[in-house]
């Protein structure tokens, strides 16, 4: 029988990719928490699925799902386990950035990639810094790179280095590029650095790289902060690829957090129809509970249209083949940015009705709580950066570079 909550927010899951392997990734999700791991298991089987193909295009063996199809796989895998939901949709996003970036002559790469379900992170947050000093046809990169979510899970990982002299000292003018790197390669170690309050099984360590070789033929140059515009104009394999990575980013994070609040809300209003409040007050009476809940679900259902509409225009664009521009690019971020600012509303309300109780017993709130926190904070949907940038574009003057 399907609860209020369900009539009101419906989230089927019949049609989903994913949907064999939900509850198996819902079974093991406390456990990933407490051991900061997510399941051997539910990785092997994500591997052997068709979810690893969801965002690739048909020329290099992928699904080519569109932005909404992924969107609501990553939706169902937050709602059971926020961290393996993270992993996910890290590999989802940055996949699409390497296919955009390494472009058609490097298609035959990117297939096997996807022929083997193989997984791909890209550490390249606060604090990395690679330099690539050419050697012959290789280049030996030495460096860190950081926020490399899922790379404990994953095969690949994606390397944006500085040129480097013999002495390693950094090429002027900078000369950045991009490459693919085989998380077994000699001299790659993953250090679990992500000592995170939430999403603690996401594995989102660093990378240290020690003389790592790499074919000079399988790096190309990196777009940096002109990445978006760039993609607009360079050969690509598929025109979905035209989209900016940060952008689509966006979207899949939206969705997670649309699932994560909505799992909540409906753990809540189940509970609250049988729960006590001081003095033996019925929960379900009090008129602030029904005022919290109600406003929380009309947040959830208004941070999900948008996402959704935003998905729409997305896959739109991609299926007319046309290109993104600077607007199209911001207001996509800017939607995700503020519906996420409605979720993070409604996960304080859901908090309100928790109350001390919620505070006292270790159900599944506190985790899923800890875990949303880090969705509006992550860089690309964080309200301070977009709203920033929208401003600037709204008056006319030069955007920052990110």
Request: net charge negative.
């Given at each position: ?87 996910q949709w890290n590999h989802q996003c940055v996949f699409h950035l390497f296919a955009g970036t390494l472009g ?299």
């Amino acid at each position: 029988m399907s609860s209020p909550v369900d009539e009101f927010l419906p989230a089927p899951i019949d049609d989903l990719v994913v949907a064999p392997l939900l509850d198996v990734i819902e079974k093991q999700a406390e456990e990933a928490d407490r051991t900061r791991r997510i399941d051997p298991i539910v990785i092997d089987a994500l591997k052997n699925s068709d979810v690893m193909r969801l965002p690739a295009s048909r020329e290099i063996g992928g699904l080519e799902a569109s932005m909404l199809a992924i969107g609501r796989e990553l939706e169902a895998i937050a709602a059971r386990c926020p961290s393996t939901a993270w992993t996910q949709w890290n590999h989802q996003c940055v996949f699409h950035l390497f296919a955009g970036t390494l472009g058609p002559d490097h298609a035959d790469l990117l297939s096997g990639l996807i022929a083997a379900g193989e997984w791909v992170s890209f550490p390249a947050g606060a604090g990395s810094g690679v330099y690539g000093r050419i050697d012959g046809d290789e280049v030996s990169l030495t460096g860190r790179g950081s926020f490399a979510t899922g790379a404990a899970y994953g095969d690949w990982c994606g390397v944006v280095f500085a040129v480097a002299d013999e002495h390693g000292k950094r090429l002027e003018p900078l000369d950045l590029r991009f490459s693919m790197v085989r998380n077994d390669s000699h001299g790659v170690r993953i250090d679990p650095t992500w000592d995170g309050s939430g999403l603690r099984a996401s594995a989102t360590d660093d990378i240290h790289y020690d003389d790592v070789r790499v074919p000079l033929d399988r790096c190309v140059p990196w777009f940096g902060a002109n990445r978006a515009e760039s993609l607009r104009v360079v050969p690509v394999i598929n025109h979905r690829y035209r989209e900016d990575w940060v952008g689509i980013s966006d979207l899949m994070l939206g969705w997670m957090a649309v699932g994560v609040t909505r799992r909540a809300l409906a753990e809540i209003a189940d509970e609250s129809r049988t729960r006590k409040a001081i003095m033996g007050t019925k929960m379900v009476e009090r008129p602030t509970v029904q005022v919290n809940l109600g406003e929380a679900m009309s947040l959830i259902a208004s941070a999900r249209a948008a996402v959704t509409e935003a998905c729409h225009e997305v896959d739109r664009r991609i299926e007319q083949r046309t290109v993104p521009d600077t607007a199209d690019y911001f207001r996509q971020q800017a939607i995700v940015s503020m519906a996420v600012d409605q979720l993070s509303h409604a996960m304080d309300l859901l908090a309100r009705v928790e109350g001390g109780n919620g505070l006292r017993e270790s159900g599944t709130f506190a985790r899923r709580q800890r875990d949303f926190r880090a969705m509006p904070l992550h860089i690309n949907v964080h309200r301070d950066r977009v709203t920033h940038q929208v401003g600037r574009l709204a008056l006319g003057i030069d955007l920052d570079a990110f």
